[in-house]
């Protein structure tokens, strides 16, 4: 069974750093589209980066352009979101994602309907 799992959120002052990983199992993240989403309470959930299978493409939200970086470990099957210069606005529960499908090795989606597999989050939280 395909399943993916967050760790590393946590509290942080702002300015400061985290580094989110996403691990999956029952699967090799490898070939797949991988994006990070985050969700806020009373907002709707929000693409944050996206990777494609090759690491060839990347997709940033606006608002994280600069600060944040998302990449991969293939021998540890994991994909991880770099953020840095942390803002208060930067607090949501975290989401990982993958695309089971096939597409082209620089294909990147930044449409939650578009991944078919979820973790269960983390929170972050950016707070003096």
């Known amino acids: 069974q395909a399943q993916l799992a967050e760790s590393g959120g946590g509290l942080v002052q702002p300015g400061g750093s985290l580094r989110l990983s996403c691990a999956g199992s029952?699967?090799?993240?490898?070939?797949?589209?991988i994006g990070w989403f985050r969700q806020a309470p009373g907002k709707e959930r929000e693409v944050v980066a996206c990777?494609?299978?090759?690491?060839?493409?990347?997709y940033y939200a606006d608002s994280v352009k600069g600060r944040f970086t998302i990449s991969r470990d293939n021998a540890k099957n994991t994909v991880y979101l770099q953020m840095n210069s942390l803002k208060s606005e930067d607090t949501a529960v975290y989401y990982c994602?993958?695309?089971?499908?096939?597409?082209?090795?620089?294909?990147?989606?930044?449409?939650?309907?578009?991944?078919?597999?979820w973790g269960q989050g983390t929170q972050v939280t950016v707070s003096s």
């Open positions: 990777i494609s299978s090759s690491d060839s493409s990347t």
């Open positions: 029952g699967f090799t993240l490898e070939y797949n589209t």
């Open positions: 994602a993958a695309d089971r499908a096939v597409h082209s090795a620089n294909y990147v989606t930044s449409r939650p309907r578009d991944y078919d597999y």
